[in-house]
């Protein structure tokens, strides 16, 4: 009987443990891919600031995905992009735009925009300036 007792008892050990250790896995799992992913969209951005073309564009439509980050309305716009010895073009670009900046972002509203030419319609290389 003794024997079982410290089976268990090692058995009930293990079981918290393992599931202490599932745990901290699923913690640290969900504390840093978003700050993995908020580095990795930061990175992205400031290389389009140093690299980039700067140009305008003209919000042709605007439509609301309806998804709310930080309280802040997620958007698709269709823009109608102009930079320098290119040809306008058409892109269509997903972005969360801060509630004190949404007047900025109107159809007919032209924006300052920063292009990487090496790929100008990629929707991930245009950002857009919002002042």
Do not use: H, W
């Amino acid at each position: 009987m003794e024997f079982l007792a410290g089976g268990s008892i090692l058995f009930t050990i293990l079981m918290v443990c393992g599931s202490l250790l599932c745990t901290g896995v699923i913690v640290a799992a969900s504390i840093g891919i978003p700050i993995y992913f908020m580095r990795n969209n930061q990175k992205r951005a400031e290389a389009l600031m140093q690299s980039g073309t700067q140009g305008e564009a003209t919000i042709l439509s605007l439509q609301d995905t309806g998804m709310l980050i930080n309280n802040n309305p997620r958007v698709t716009v269709l823009l109608e992009v102009r930079v320098a010895m290119r040809p306008p073009y058409q892109v269509t670009k997903s972005l969360t735009v801060p509630l004190i900046r949404l007047s900025q972002v109107q159809t007919g509203s032209v924006v300052s925009v920063m292009v990487d030419l090496s790929d100008p319609t990629n929707p991930d290389k245009i950002g857009l300036l919002l002042k």
